[in-house]
């Protein structure tokens, strides 16, 4: 797809061609991720070695406290 043609689509099919667009990142995000942790896991077993994968995605939640200012008077 070229820039002209991208210009050329209506609001609707733009707004369309992104949702697409995002959620084939989002795919092929996942498989990468998922072929490189079979690699990791395969180098291990060649090694003799054992590995666990583990973790959370994104940024740690941060905690934050609720705080309710009463004005006096």
Request: net charge positive.
């Amino acid at each position: 797809m070229t820039q002209e043609s991208v210009k050329a689509l209506s609001d609707v099919d733009l707004s369309q061609v992104i949702i697409w667009a995002q959620e084939e990142v989002k795919t092929r995000t996942e498989r990468r991720k998922q072929e490189a942790i079979a690699k990791i896991k395969a180098l291990a077993l060649q090694v003799g070695v054992s590995v666990s994968i583990a973790g959370t995605r994104g940024r740690p939640a941060t905690i934050r406290t609720a705080t309710k200012t009463v004005k006096a008077g």
